[in-house]
């Protein structure tokens, strides 16, 4: 989809900051740290709808493609690359979190994340979720944030529910996850939503 923002539309700030975490837009250079943190990794992206990325070259394909979506006025993916705050300039980042709305006739957008492996058993996917979740229920558009993980994805689980979110029922044959079966597999949906 390609529109001018409008009043409805759930425009979510550039940057987020949280008490360790900075959220921030992706760009090309962050290819190589994500390509080495988790996308070249197979058990990273056991429960991700891709396979492993060959080399950081892929990766950088899938980001220049990413921004250049958001500069087109796509404006219904929301992508952000989370950095240490204490963290030196140009540092890797550690991970990324997205939120994708289908639209302005869309009352809900999902969530999805990644850590790369180092930075695992922090609690920093908490830490973004929460503050992505939380901005984006602020925005005039959204009632519902949701999200889907692999039954057995259990560390996803956990963190869903760290962030706020309950679970409300398994959507039988949902989605592929091609590192672990090539047919659509079960997934546990989990939401917050905005109370008024
Ligand atoms: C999901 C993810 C972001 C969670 O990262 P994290 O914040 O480092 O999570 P933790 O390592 O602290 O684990 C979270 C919880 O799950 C538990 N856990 C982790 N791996 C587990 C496993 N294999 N089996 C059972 N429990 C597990 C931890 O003990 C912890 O439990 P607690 O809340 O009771 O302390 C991270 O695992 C990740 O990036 N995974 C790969 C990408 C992915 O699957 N994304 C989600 C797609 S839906």
């Not at 529109?3 to 760009?27: F, G, M, V």
């Not at 930075?119 to 992505?132: F, P």
């Not at 039988?172 to 996850?177: A, D, K, Q, T």
Request: net charge neutral; aromatic share 8%; charged share 20%.
């Amino acid at each position: 989809m390609c529109s001018q923002p409008d009043a409805k539309s759930p425009l979510l700030p550039p940057k987020l900051i949280t008490q360790r975490l900075i959220l921030r837009p992706p760009t090309v250079a962050d290819a190589e740290w994500i390509f080495r943190g988790y996308a070249g990794d197979s058990e990273s992206v056991r429960y991700l709808t891709f396979r492993p990325h060959a080399n950081a070259s892929t990766v950088r394909t899938f980001l220049e493609e990413l921004l250049a979506a958001h500069d087109a006025g796509e404006r219904v993916r929301f992508a952000y690359v989370l950095a240490l705050r204490d963290a030196e300039e140009g540092a890797p980042g550690v991970g990324m979190i997205d939120l994708h709305w289908d639209g302005p006739s869309s009352l809900g957008a999902s969530l999805g994340y990644v850590l790369a492996t180092p930075h695992r058993g922090k609690g920093y996917m908490t830490e973004a979720g929460r503050a992505l979740v939380e901005a984006a229920l602020a925005t005039e558009a959204l009632w519902r944030v949701w999200a889907v993980a692999d039954t057995e994805n259990v560390a996803s689980h956990r963190t869903l529910e760290r962030i706020g979110m309950s679970y409300e029922g398994t959507l039988r044959r949902f989605i592929v996850h091609p590192n672990v079966q090539s047919t659509p597999r079960d997934v546990y949906l989990y939401a917050r939503v905005r109370s008024s």
